[in-house]
């Protein structure tokens, strides 16, 4: 059974940094593109950052150059390295697995964390 468990988040200022994990089970881990994306109360689950199992990187323009994915293959774990955070940014935080090509797609997911809050203060 495949399992994707979410760590870190948590209460930050703006500017601050923070690092979510994502450790998987179940699978091979090397086999599949992982994402990020993020949801607001009211709001579709919106795309943050994608990484191929080629290593690939794939960013939201809301993003791009503070946020870093990144992916250990001998540790099963995907990470979301997130700079210079703004309060906009706040969200839960979701990581998923998937085969697809598709990877900006929430809906091409097979398999999803359990989701971690990040609240960013200004």
């Known amino acids: 059974q495949v399992h994707l468990v979410q760590t870190g988040g948590g209460l930050v200022r703006t500017g601050d940094s923070l690092r979510l994990s994502c450790a998987a089970s179940g699978r091979i881990f090397s086999s599949y593109a992982m994402g990020w994306f993020r949801q607001t109360p009211g709001k579709e689950r919106e795309f943050v950052a994608a990484?191929?199992?080629?290593?690939?990187?794939h960013y939201a323009l809301a993003v791009k150059g503070r946020f870093s994915i990144s992916r250990d293959n001998d540790k099963d774990t995907g990470y979301l390295q997130m700079n210079s955070l703004k309060p906009e940014d706040t969200a839960v935080y979701y990581c998923?697995?998937?085969?697809?090509?598709?990877?900006?797609?929430?809906?091409?997911?097979?398999?999803w964390g359990q989701g971690t809050q990040v609240t960013v203060s200004s």
């Open positions: 998923a697995d998937t085969r697809a090509s598709q990877v900006l797609v929430a809906t091409m997911y097979d398999s």
């Open positions: 990484i191929t199992y080629s290593g690939i990187t």
